[in-house]
T-cell receptor
Framework: GAVVSQHPSWVICKSGTSVKIECRSL??????MFWYRQFPKQSLMLMAT?????????EQGVEKDKFLINHASLTLSTLTVTSAHPEDSSFYIC????????????FGPGTRLTVT | DAKTTQPPSMDCAEGRAANLPCNHS???????VYWYRQIHSQGPQYIIH???NNETNEMASLIITEDRKSSTLILPHATLRDTAVYYC??????????FGTGTRLTVIP
C-alpha cells in the first residue's frame, strides 16, 4: 500500500516551453501533496505544499507563476514548469500524505527534467 | 522543527549491522524522529519513525535515547541494496519534512 506514481519519469524539453508533471496516489487518498526539487549531489528542497481543492503554499524563493501546482482531486496533483530554462533542469519529486497529523509521507519515483 | 546532525558518510560490510547515528539535541517534546532513505535517482523511501520508544519494523530498528537528544537507525543485516543516502528528520505533527544532507551509506561486499 501507499504507492505514489509520477509521470513522466523523464522529459527533455526546449527552452521556453512548458512541461507538466503528474503525481498520483494509487491506493490512498492524499489530502496533502508536496513538490520537491533536487539538484545533482544536493538534498531535496521543498518547493510547495498543496491541499486538495485549495491553492498551493510555496516556499520562499519559489516563483508561483513559474511553477504552477494544481491539486484537483485527492489522488492527483500536477506541477507545470512554465517557460522552462536550462537552470530549471532538475529532479522533481512529489510526495503524498494521508490526512491526520501522524501519517508519514510517501514519495514518488521522481521526474528528471532536462531543458535544452 | 529541530535540526539534526548526521555523519556525511559511512561504510558497512555486507551482512553486518549498519548503525546510523543522528543527533537532535534541540528536539521538542512533540517532535517525532523520522528516517527516510534515497537510493540513487529514486524518490525517498520511508523507513521508520518514533517519538520516544524504540521501534522496529520489517526494514529497520530505531533506538531513541532516553533524553531523546539522539537516535540510531539499525539495519540488522545490510545488503548491497541498502546503499543509499539516509536522512534523519525531526518534525512535529503535520509539519512538512525538511531534508538535510543525510548520511551516505555504502555497503561493501
Amino acid at each position: 500500500g501507499a504507492v505514489v506514481s509520477q509521470h513522466p519519469s523523464w522529459v527533455i524539453c526546449k527552452s521556453g516551453t512548458s512541461v507538466k508533471i503528474e503525481c498520483r496516489s494509487l491506493d490512498f487518498q492524499a489530502t496533502t501533496m508536496f513538490w520537491y526539487r533536487q539538484f545533482p549531489k544536493q538534498s531535496l528542497m521543498l518547493m510547495a505544499t498543496s491541499n486538495e481543492g485549495s491553492k498551493a503554499t510555496y516556499e520562499q524563493g519559489v516563483e508561483k507563476d513559474k511553477f504552477l501546482i494544481n491539486h484537483a482531486s485527492l489522488t492527483l496533483s500536477t506541477l507545470t514548469v512554465t517557460s522552462a530554462h536550462p537552470e530549471d533542469s532538475s529532479f522533481y519529486i512529489c510526495s503524498a500524505k494521508r490526512g491526520g497529523a501522524g501519517y508519514e509521507q510517501y514519495f514518488g519515483p521522481g521526474t528528471r527534467l532536462t531543458v535544452t | 522543527d529541530a535540526k539534526t546532525t548526521q555523519p556525511p558518510s559511512m561504510d558497512c560490510a555486507e551482512g553486518r549491522a549498519a548503525n546510523l547515528p543522528c543527533n537532535h539535541s534541540t528536539i521538542s517534546g512533540n517532535e517525532y524522529v523520522y528516517w527516510y532513505r534515497q537510493i540513487h535517482s529514486q524518490g525517498p523511501q520511508y523507513i521508520i519513525h518514533g517519538l520516544k520508544n524504540n521501534e522496529t519494523n520489517e526494514m529497520a530498528s530505531l533506538i531513541i535515547t532516553e533524553d531523546r537528544k539522539s537516535s540510531t537507525l539499525i539495519l540488522p543485516h545490510a545488503t548491497l541494496r541498502d546503499t543509499a543516502v539516509y536522512y534523519c528528520i525531526v518534525k512535529a505533527g503535520a509539519n512538512n519534512l525538511f531534508f538535510g544532507t543525510g548520511t551516505r551509506l555504502t555497503v561493501i561486499p
